[in-house]
Structures are given as structure tokens and as C-alpha cells.
């Protein structure tokens, strides 16, 4: 997915690997609190997700069906740390030593909105 972040109104965008919860209240990620990314959610908590399932030709745009998240971010601690870290790992084995690391925080996004983009211009806003 493509986090997006921003402090003192400089947006920046990045490539994270994540978890949804069943049921779609949370997502959750893992980085470096040494990253850009921290820095930016220390500033301020909003984020979006974009996700698609798009193919690499250019020529696919209409058949295309794409995920906005809107939420607020937070470094989680202790037993809770534990759980979504299990969470992402579960999904994402390969993040595990990733997520071992003690420099490493574990963001679990409370959820707002999901939006839904298909055709190109067909949007659903589901609220959370």
C-alpha cells in the first residue's frame, strides 16, 4: 500500500506492507522510528492508504478497482505492540525480524473511511 503522511504541510508518500482487521476498523503497519514516515505521524497522526489492484500496463485504469483508507495513527506499546505485531506477521512472515527489532513501531490506524473506486469514477464511502 501507499502510506501518505504529511508535516508543516509537506505531504510524503511511501510503501509500506500492512494488515487489515476483519473487521475493517483497524490496519496496521510497521517502521523505523528513525524513518521520515514516524517523524510525520509524531506530527500529525492523519494518514491515508491507497491500495489497487492494478496491473503495470498503463491501458488497465477503467478495469481497475482501488481502496482510499482515511485514519488516525498510533505507536502501539506493550501487550497491545504484541498483538498487531502478530497480526502483520501473520500476514507478512517475511516483516518478522523487521518487527523483532527494538527500533522498529508497530502503527495501528483507527479507521474512518474507507473509499471504493471502480470504472475509473464509480465511488463508495463506507463509513467506520
Same mark, same amino acid.
Given at each position: 500500500? @501507499?502510506?501518505?503522511? *504529511?508535516?508543516? !504541510?509537506?505531504?510524503? *508518500?511511501? $510503501?509500506?506492507?500492512?494488515?487489515?482487521?476483519?473487521?475493517?476498523?483497524?490496519?496496521?503497519?510497521?517502521?523505523?522510528? &528513525?524513518? $521520515?514516515?514516524?517523524? %510525520?505521524?509524531e506530527? %500529525?497522526?492523519?494518514?491515508?492508504f491507497?491500495?489497487? !489492484?492494478?496491473? =503495470? &500496463?498503463? %491501458?488497465?485504469? %477503467?478495469?481497475?478497482?482501488?481502496?482510499?483508507?482515511?485514519?488516525?495513527?498510533?505507536? /502501539?506499546?506493550?501487550?497491545?505492540?504484541?498483538?498487531?505485531? *502478530?497480526?502483520? @506477521?501473520?500476514?507478512?512472515?517475511?516483516?518478522?525480524?523487521? /518487527?523483532? *527489532?527494538?527500533d522498529?513501531?508497530?502503527?495501528? =490506524?483507527?479507521? !474512518?473511511?474507507?473509499?471504493? =473506486? #471502480?470504472?475509473?469514477? #464509480?465511488?463508495?464511502?463506507?463509513? /467506520?
Open positions: 500500500a @501507499v502510506l501518505g503522511t *504529511s508535516k508543516d !504541510d509537506e505531504p510524503y *508518500s511511501s $510503501l509500506v506492507g500492512f494488515v487489515v482487521t476483519d473487521d475493517l476498523r483497524e490496519l496496521v503497519f510497521a517502521t523505523m522510528r &528513525q524513518r $521520515l514516515k514516524y517523524r %510525520n505521524l506530527a %500529525n497522526p492523519r494518514v491515508t491507497m491500495i489497487d !489492484d492494478r496491473n =503495470v &500496463q498503463d %491501458n488497465d485504469f %477503467n478495469e481497475t478497482t482501488s481502496v482510499t483508507i482515511v485514519g488516525s495513527a498510533a505507536d /502501539v506499546k506493550g501487550k497491545e505492540r504484541e498483538k498487531y505485531a *502478530s497480526l502483520l @506477521v501473520e500476514r507478512h512472515p517475511i516483516l518478522a525480524d523487521f /518487527v523483532g *527489532s527494538p522498529c513501531a508497530v502503527i495501528r =490506524v483507527a479507521i !474512518d473511511k474507507i473509499y471504493v =473506486v #471502480s470504472d475509473f469514477e #464509480s465511488v463508495v464511502m463506507i463509513g /467506520v
